[in-house]
């Protein structure tokens, strides 16, 4: 039977398949367009069973504010080639929006979140079909606070979101802070956050490397404990030397802004460090 062309069309703006398996579907359809559709989508959940065993390491990480709340996702695929392909970037987008918009709390319940009447799962499988990768939503993950910021490093593979105590935070400080959590990657906002498992991890560290060198048993806890404190300093944000103003730490360049104005979250993902 003869496709026509609006047809081909509505088709490829229901799915975002392309030109030439619009038109197979369609004629495998006999016409059919809601048939049509449904063979599109069966084609991604073949070609998403087939890829299963592929490595979706290459992807896009996106950061975004709505109001009070912001969050990070991270959408999968195979090659950088489908990463900076700007339909894939703009997908990213509108599940983290869906996401944003929720009280999704992890990439479990962001995967169950329906977009054009079908779950971001569901969304996955079928542009995988189209595109013809493994695609994977790998995370997602949301803050909250009186004053948010998002920021994307450029080329979509490090993302930061930062929240702040107080309401109407200067945009430029904001930033700062979010661009100093991506340039150095801090565990936690103070030492006080660390996780005791990274503590002790740390000192066990230190005293080994400190017992390697020779140094007496009955100072190791001593000399490991000095160590911590560097640990500390490098790898907590508010101790952290800022990145704009070596001779500041993070939270003297806050104190110099506004002196109530203290960090109360964040998050930071990279798909490589």
Known sequence: ?????????????????????????????????????????????????????????????????????????????????????????????????????????????????????????????????????????????????????AYIHPGNKLATVVGFNKPGVDQQVAKDVAMQVAAMSPVAIDKDDVPEEVVEKELEIAKEKFRQEGKPENMLDKIAQGALNKFFKDNTLLNQAYVKDGKMTVKQFLASNDKDLVVTTFLRYALTD
């Open 1 to 149: 039977m003869e496709i026509k062309a609006a047809d081909v069309m509505k088709l490829r703006k229901a799915t975002g398949a392309g030109m030439m398996d619009c038109k197979k579907a369609l004629a495998e359809a006999n016409g059919d367009f809601d048939n049509a559709v449904k063979i599109i989508r069966e084609k991604g959940k073949a070609i998403a069973s087939k890829r299963a065993d592929r490595e979706a390491s290459e992807g896009c990480v996106l950061g975004k504010t709505a109001g009070k709340k912001a969050g990070i996702i991270v959408l999968n695929c195979e090659t950088d080639f489908v990463a900076k392909n700007q339909g894939f970037i703009d997908l990213t987008g509108q599940m983290l929006d869906i996401a944003l918009a929720s009280d999704a709390k992890n990439v479990d319940e962001a995967k169950e979140l329906k977009m054009d009447g079908r779950t971001l799962a569901e969304q996955v499988i079928e542009q995988t079909g189209i595109i013809g990768e493994k695609l994977e939503l790998s995370y997602y993950e949301a803050i909250e606070a009186e004053s948010v910021v």
